[in-house]
T-cell receptor, first 113, second 111 residues
């Protein structure tokens, strides 16, 4: 069974731009969660989508948004990029909603200059 | 909010040594998980362990929910065990949940 895939793996953007990251979950998994990892703040939960609906949301500003498609693939969008948005963005999939047995993708490394 | 503290922050061991990593949390939680992040950033779920003891090969974990801590044991360490070990606790409020992460223990296994 193929694992969780994320595209692109690396991305460089400038302040003020917007970016879209993609996550394809393991086949059969309907939950996709997104996390931000930075050296200063560690791992932080962004949001979770299950069956195309946002089920949970962390404490991030509205510039961070997401969506999920009918095939469970998910995209995360960050608008008006700031230098502090530079991070490793990880997505995780699970067969049910919540944090049960999440499988992580390799991440997208975003650098904002 | 809930605090998740991991110790030690760094650990350097020789191959073949055993180690114990600790995770303390400040409030009741629904669940607790241990993860390993390898040097290339890949995060792997090791254990989903709200309470009790589980074992998987050279790794085992114990969570004592009433005393708010969990331990991860690594026996006969190998260089491939190097990386950062995170514990994360799940808390819920109504229909929502949050996964709160510790800062991690960075483990280096020397050959």
């Amino acid at each position: 069974k193929a694992g969780v895939t994320q595209t692109p793996r690396y991305l460089i953007k400038t302040r003020g731009q917007q970016v879209t990251l993609s996550c394809s979950p393991i086949s059969g998994h309907r939950s996709v969660s997104w996390y931000q990892q930075t050296p200063g703040q560690g791992l932080q939960f962004l949001f979770e989508y299950f069956s195309e609906t946002q089920r949970n949301k962390g404490n991030f500003p509205g510039r961070f948004s997401g969506r999920q498609f009918s095939n469970s693939r998910s995209e995360m969008n960050v608008s008006t990029l700031e230098l502090g948005d530079s991070a490793l963005y990880l997505c995780a999939s699970s067969f049910r909603t919540g944090a049960y047995e999440q499988y992580f993708g390799p991440g997208t490394r975003l650098t904002v200059t | 909010g809930i605090q998740v503290e991991q110790s030690p922050p760094d650990l350097i061991l020789q191959e073949g040594a055993n180690s114990t990593l600790r995770c303390n949390f400040s409030d009741s939680v629904n669940n607790l998980q241990w993860f390993h992040q390898n040097p290339w950033g890949q995060l792997i779920n090791l254990f989903y362990i709200p309470s009790g003891t589980k074992q998987n090969g050279r790794l085992s974990a114990t969570t004592v929910a009433t005393e708010r801590y969990s331990l991860l044991y690594i026996s006969s360490s190998q260089t491939t065990d190097s990386g950062v070990y995170f514990c994360a606790v799940e808390i819920t409020g109504g229909s929502n949940y949050q996964l709160i992460w510790g800062a991690g223990t960075k483990l280096i296994i020397k050959p």
